[in-house]
């Protein structure tokens, strides 16, 4: 392996920068490390499959933001971090070069997170790495207004994330944009129009307080509608309406300029334009 570092160095750049050889040298025959790389095989048996999601992903974020970073050559290096938190969700570094740490991303039964409650252990199903992925890529694009917001300029931020990541990865992807069971994205869309109307009589939208935050978009195991469903009405359902809603408004406006369209933060606008209706 000593001999093979140089070739390793032009291959592989960005590993190089912070260690040097004799560095890497122990840290590619940690034994926890090994077993992580042996799990992230596993976990991601096709690696072929893997790049052309991936690639695919990219042809459409090229076609939906023209110019700028998205036309420069971007090498993606999926790889396994050490869990190190740095790197989740997927860390994007500059125009270049993407990561993807596969260790994040081992199942929610793994031991590595055996500590962690089990909602926030489901989200490290292997199939939300690469919609994790494009959605970090959107959040980037994305603007909050600057000074004070309100729920409902959360839902909308989120909203756009969200389609963003489903436009560069196709209509299928959609329940993988969101860290939600079968049964849980089952009850979200047979329930949408009860989801939004409590929203509506409960005067929501416009809230400023940290407690709406809390409630509808920070993750949690369930969201707290004070209602006797609760439980079955998963974590972050504000930002799963703010997707329905700026999907309403896509498809209403399918001549939308995406890099101008995040750029919006105007979210009563984009509301009364959404025709929004569950």
């Not at 994040?104 to 994790?132: C, I, K, M, N, T």
């Not at 940290?210 to 509808?216: G, M």
């Not at 399918?254 to 509301?271: C, G, H, K, V, Y």
Request: hydrophobic share 40%; net charge negative; charged share 20%.
């Amino acid at each position: 392996m000593a001999a093979q570092i140089p070739e390793l160095q032009k291959t592989y750049a960005p590993f190089f920068e912070s260690l040097t050889p004799e560095q890497f040298l122990r840290l590619i025959n940690d034994p926890e490390l090994r077993g992580l790389h042996e799990d992230a095989l596993l976990a991601f048996p096709d690696s072929a499959a893997l790049g052309q999601q991936i690639r695919s992903g990219y042809a459409r974020y090229r076609t939906l933001l023209p110019g700028g970073a998205s036309e420069h050559t971007v090498r993606i290096y999926p790889f396994v971090s050490f869990l190190d938190p740095a790197f989740y969700p997927p860390l994007v570094v500059d125009s270049s070069y993407v990561f993807l740490a596969l260790d994040h991303y081992l199942g929610a039964d793994h031991p590595a997170y055996a500590a962690d409650p089990a909602y926030l252990a489901y989200q490290r199903e292997p199939r939300f790495a690469v919609p994790s992925l494009f959605q970090q890529l959107a959040a980037a694009q994305a603007k909050l207004p600057e000074n004070s917001y309100t729920l409902l300029d959360q839902m909308i931020y989120w909203g756009k994330i969200a389609c963003f990541g489903e436009a560069c990865l196709g209509e299928t992807a959609a329940p993988d944009l969101f860290p939600y069971t079968p049964e849980q994205w089952k009850f979200c869309m047979e329930h949408e129009a009860d989801l939004w109307k409590y929203f509506i009589q409960s005067r929501l939208l416009y809230e400023t307080s940290l407690d709406a935050e809390r409630r509808f978009i920070q993750p949690a195991p369930f969201s707290k509608l004070q209602t006797p469903y609760d439980q079955q009405i998963p974590g972050t359902i504000g930002r799963w309406l703010g997707y329905r809603l700026v999907r309403s408004y896509l498809e209403d406006h399918p001549e939308t300029d995406w890099r101008t369209f995040m750029a919006n933060t105007d979210s009563r606008q984009i509301l009364a334009e959404s025709g929004y209706r569950p």
